[in-house]
């Protein structure tokens, strides 16, 4: 049954309203608690101003001052802010360390809920650039002659000088047909197309597995045996990248060093689980790091 003219026209006050909304500006509504805000108000503190035009145009000054951003690290290996048992019993990782941006609290737990399980990928560039300054202070604590572009401690590195390339841990199909996208993925080609890091697709899910959200340690370290397997698909340009590393001015320890990206590190299973894979398969001498948004 068609719908008489005065109904579409009592219709139309809320399609205007609706069509407003979607084509205010993002600074209108916050896009985490969809309160609006000011953006010059939410940029008033130094930490804040410190952080991309698109952080503080999407979210209020409140979310804002509610990031835990983990800045202070207790455990040099996995980027944790108070001793780490998970390291003290595995000293030995195939990664040479992890380095986290935020806490994973409730806040940070119910954000990266509404981009991964309730699909508001308009949160994804938020979540990408909140690993730019982890990234920049990772790569600030790599060793001086790493990069010999880099002439003193006061110089400015360029992140590109120091990493081959950035890969991230792979979802099963099962999962990426359920949620429609990889949120590592997502993450690892934000951060490699800002920082001009060429992304690489290394790894590949060998077998479905349930959530590792809902397993406990010891099952997480179980669950993510023979997880993973290497792409073949990309090993040519690991090739290129290996066969062209003695001629780079930027490496003189003649290695590749590849980020992987993820989004939470809890035990370090499954990063340890897709280092010891690239380590194993690649035929050339390899330096991995591990970014993740999140530490549990």
């Known amino acids: 049954m068609k719908a008489s003219p005065i109904s579409w026209l009592q219709r139309l006050p809320a399609a205007f309203a609706t069509a407003a ?3 205010a500006p993002r600074s209108a509504v916050c896009l985490l608690c969809g ?3 000011d953006s010059a108000r939410s940029a008033a503190t130094a930490s804040q101003a410190k952080l991309t035009s698109q952080l503080r145009q999407s979210l209020c000054g409140a979310c804002l001052s509610a990031i835990p951003w983990l800045t202070r690290i207790a455990c040099t290996r996995c980027g944790r802010g108070i001793p780490c048992d998970d390291c003290i019993r595995s000293p030995q990782r195939a990664f040479v360390c992890n380095r986290s941006a ?3 609290n409730p806040a940070m737990k119910e954000m990266l809920a509404l981009y991964k399980y309730r699909g508001n990928e308009q949160l994804a560039p938020l979540l990408g650039d909140m690993l730019f300054p982890v990234f920049e202070a990772m790569t ?3 060793p001086m002659e790493a990069c010999t572009a880099t002439k003193s401690k006061a110089a400015k590195r360029n992140p590109a000088d120091y990493w081959d390339a ?3 841990v792979p979802v099963s199909a099962e999962r990426a047909i359920e949620r429609g996208f990889n949120q590592a993925e997502q993450l690892a080609s934000h951060l490699g197309g800002h920082y001009r890091v060429p992304l690489v697709h290394l790894l590949q899910r060998a077998r479905h597995s349930e959530k590792q959200s809902f397993k406990s340690r010891s099952e997480r370290m179980r669950d993510t045996k023979a997880l ?3 792409n073949e698909v990309e ?3 690991i090739r290129i990248m290996s066969s062209a590393s003695s001629e780079k001015s930027h490496n003189v320890s003649e290695f590749i060093r590849i980020l992987l990206v993820d989004d939470i590190y809890t035990t370090g299973s499954t990063a340890e689980a897709c280092a010891q ?3 194993r398969e690649i035929e050339a001498p390899l330096k991995i790091y591990v970014l993740t948004w999140a530490r549990s």
Do not use: C, G, W
């Open 102 to 104: 935020v806490r994973y």
């Open 21 to 23: 909304q979607l084509l």
């Open 228 to 230: 993973f397997s290497l």
């Open 140 to 142: 600030a604590e790599l």
């Open 235 to 237: 090993l040519d340009r």
């Open 166 to 168: 950035v890969t991230y």
């Open 277 to 279: 894979i690239l380590k």
């Open 35 to 37: 309160k609006p805000h």
